[in-house]
């Protein structure tokens, strides 16, 4: 599985750019209580999401700097 490409998360418009957003912190937050509670889960999924949160923040930051 490859890291999620940032020229997918530029194409994309506000609105789901803020879904995005909630969707892969919720994501984050599930996976945190699967390590907690000890049931089974992928821990490279850290990985892509935090990868991909921080491509959404940044568009999301840069857009709202250049309105």
């Known amino acids: 599985m ?5 020229l997918d998360v530029i194409q994309m418009d506000d609105s789901s750019l803020s879904e995005e957003i909630i969707a892969i912190k919720r994501q984050l937050f599930d996976l945190r209580l699967k390590r907690a509670t000890r049931q089974d889960f992928k821990p490279h999924l850290f990985k892509h999401s935090k990868h991909r949160l921080a ?3 940044t568009v ?3 857009r709202a700097q250049s309105n």
Do not use: G
């Not at 490859?2 to 940032?6: A, E, Y």
């Open 2 to 6: 490859t890291l999620p490409k940032i």
């Open 55 to 57: 491509q959404l923040l």
């Open 60 to 62: 999301e930051k840069s």
